[in-house]
C-alpha cells in the first residue's frame, strides 16, 4: 500500500473512529492524549478528500457538550460516539 491508496476510487467511504481512554480504564494514561488524537484525525480527514467520515469521541465525564458542538460544527466531525459510564468499571 503506497501512499494514497486508501483515496482511489476503488476504496469507498472510510469510517474513522477515536477513543476517549482518558477516564475509566485502568493501567496507563494513553500515550497520545486526546487532542493530539482528535488533531491527527482532522488532519487525516483533510487528506481524505470526503471519503473519511470522522467520530467524534465523547465521554461526558470527560468534555463538555460544548465540545461536542464544535467538534460538529467547526471540526468536520459527522458522527458522535458516545462513551457512557460502565458499570464494569466501576470503583
Known amino acids: 500500500m503506497g501512499d494514497g491508496y486508501c483515496f482511489n ?3 469507498g467511504p472510510i469510517a474513522a473512529a477515536m477513543m476517549d481512554t482518558e477516564r475509566g ?3 496507563p ?3 497520545v492524549g486526546f487532542d ?3 488533531r491527527a ?3 487525516l480527514t483533510a487528506q481524505g478528500k470526503g471519503r473519511i467520515m470522522p ?3 465523547y465521554d461526558p465525564r470527560s468534555r463538555s457538550v460544548a465540545a461536542v458542538q464544535a467538534a460538529i ?3 468536520g466531525f459527522v458522527v458522535v ?3 457512557p459510564p460502565l458499570a464494569a468499571l466501576r470503583q
Open 73 to 75: 460544527e467547526q471540526e
Open 9 to 11: 476510487n476503488a476504496v
Open 36 to 38: 493530539a488524537q482528535k
Open 25 to 27: 480504564y485502568e493501567g
Open 55 to 57: 467520530f467524534f469521541a
Open 41 to 43: 484525525l482532522m488532519d
Open 81 to 83: 460516539k458516545l462513551y
Open 29 to 31: 494514561p494513553s500515550p
